[in-house]
């Protein structure tokens, strides 16, 4: 089964660290997207790729988080400085090409607490 | 408003029953819609889509559309314990790329 690979699954820093996270898309999908998930705000669309271009990255704080897909395999979402408030569930999506009504595929989530 | 409205739930079911979930969205023009399951602690996972009016069945599923009102249903036949999660409506808006809008999740309990 072909699957959306995150890595880490877990991650527990201190306030001010770098944090990275990395997601490798399934083989032939060309959409990547960046999600958070809170309890108070549910699923949050962060960025998105298409073909590795940037296509929309309005929902991320820009001052501190960054993401970037340097290759088909691999897309990453940085954070610096982490700040405890970016305590969430960060899930990796990717999809087919966009012009067909296709379902994202996501990930298992990295799981991140910023003490 | 929001874009994608479900109701937070939630709804208690007794097993064997149906379960109905319901979604509004507010873009008249969007174009598929798609229904995830997720487990506490897991990942969303995609169960169905719909993108043409009227029912669409698989197995113990049924998705609904209506794009005149606005709104998108999942039914849950013979709903099982194992059926206990959140339910999130997902929106492709009308043109742009495939970027969907989800709703906020509705919490199902299938109880004994």
């Known amino acids: 089964d072909a699957r959306v690979t995150q890595t880490p699954r877990h991650k527990v820093t201190e306030m001010g660290q770098e944090v990275t996270m990395r997601c490798q898309p399934i083989l032939g999908h060309n959409t990547v997207f960046w999600y958070r998930q809170t309890m108070m705000q549910g699923l949050e669309l962060l960025a998105y790729f298409r073909n590795r271009a940037p296509l929309d990255d309005s929902g991320m704080p820009k001052d501190r988080f960054s993401a970037e897909m340097p290759d088909a395999t691999l897309a990453t979402l940085k954070i610096q400085p982490s700040e405890p408030r970016d305590s969430a569930v960060y899930f990796c999506?990717?999809?087919?090409?966009?012009?067909?009504?296709?379902?994202?595929?996501f990930g298992d989530g990295t799981r991140l607490s910023i003490l | 408003q929001k874009e994608v409205e479900q109701n937070s739930g939630p709804l208690s079911v007794p097993e064997g029953a149906i379960a109905s979930l319901n979604c509004t969205y507010s873009?008249?023009?969007?174009?598929?819609f798609f229904w995830y399951r997720q487990y506490s602690g897991k990942s969303p996972e995609l169960i169905m889509f719909i993108y043409s009016n009227g029912d669409k069945e698989d197995g113990r599923f049924t998705a609904q559309l209506n794009k005149a009102s606005q709104y998108v249903s999942l039914l849950i036949r013979d709903s099982q314990p194992s059926d206990s999660a959140t339910y999130l409506c997902?929106?492709?808006?009308?043109?742009?790329?495939?970027?969907?809008?989800f709703g906020a999740g509705t919490r199902l309990a299938v109880h004994p």
């Open positions: 873009d008249r023009g969007s174009q598929s």
């Open positions: 997902a929106v492709k808006r009308s043109g742009g790329y495939n970027k969907l809008i």
């Open positions: 999506a990717s999809g087919p090409d966009t012009q067909v009504n296709q379902p994202q595929h």
